[in-house]
T-cell receptor
Framework: GQQVMQIPQYQHVQEGEDFTTYCNSSTTLSNIQWYKQRPGGHPVFLIQLVKSGEVKKQKRLTFQFGEAKKNSSLHITATQTTDVGTYFCAGPINTGNQFYFGTGTSLTVIP | EAQVTQNPRYLITVTGKKLTVTCSQNMNHEYMSWYRQDPGLGLRQIYYSMNVEVTDKGDVPEGYKVSRKEKRNFPLILESPSPNQTSLYFC???FGAGGPPDTQYFGPGTRLTVL
């Protein structure tokens, strides 16, 4: 079946260091979305990318959608303690309305 | 305030005792969905609904039922809960507009324990 994997599962960084999480889907996605979930909270939408090869930036966050629309990445520059949480990629496969989430990357930022 | 509400937030029950988790949104969204979240597995879609009276299975529908009689409500029903349904459940909604969802808004979650 459809799988969306993320690596790493956990990441601990010193405040100020960069962080990257990678997302890989077994099938083509029609778009990729990224969500952030703070500890004890619910997922919150960050961004959506639709086009092959698309890159978007939100302040210190850079999102990329792969050329084949099967992978994506989120890069955070100079992490802050407010970046703590679990980051999920997600999206629908190319042919349907069912929605798939990645396995998530839990980020801990050490002050 | 635009929001998705779920009730109850916490529930402890016993095997076989039917339960319903309610979900309601006030944003006139067409697409609604239920997910369960388990450690290391991310969120997995249980059921989704494109509009009133239109529901479809997600990735893990076994043991669950849903209904969509009104646009704003999308209850999740466990007819005979089992311990493997112990999980954190999220309801979400999105504009959808006849296709897959764009921005999804999530409820606060329901922590279910089945003994």
């Amino acid at each position: 079946g459809q799988q969306v994997m993320q690596i790493p599962q956990y990441q601990h960084v010193q405040e100020g260091e960069d962080f990257t999480t990678y997302c890989n889907s077994s099938t083509t996605l029609s778009n990729i979305q990224w969500y952030k979930q703070r500890p004890g909270g619910h997922p919150v939408f960050l961004i959506q990318l639709v086009k092959s090869g698309e890159v978007k930036k939100q302040k210190r966050l850079t999102f990329q959608f792969g050329e084949a629309k099967k992978n994506s990445s989120l890069h955070i520059t100079a992490t802050q303690t407010t970046d703590v949480g679990t980051y999920f990629c997600a999206g629908p496969i190319n042919t349907g309305n069912q929605f798939y989430f990645g396995t998530g990357t839990s980020l801990t930022v050490i002050p | 305030e635009a929001q998705v509400t779920q009730n109850p937030r916490y529930l402890i029950t016993v095997t076989g005792k039917k339960l319903t988790v309610t979900c309601s949104q006030n944003m006139n969204h067409e697409y609604m969905s239920w997910y369960r979240q388990d450690p290391g597995l991310g969120l997995r879609q249980i059921y989704y609904s494109m509009n009133v009276e239109v529901t479809d299975k997600g990735d893990v529908p076994e043991g669950y039922k849903v209904s969509r009689k009104e646009k704003r409500n999308f209850p999740l029903i466990l007819e005979s809960p089992s311990p493997n349904q112990t999980s954190l459940y999220f309801c979400a909604s999105s504009f959808g507009a006849g296709g897959p969802p764009d921005t999804q808004y999530f409820g606060p979650g329901t922590r279910l324990t089945v003994l």
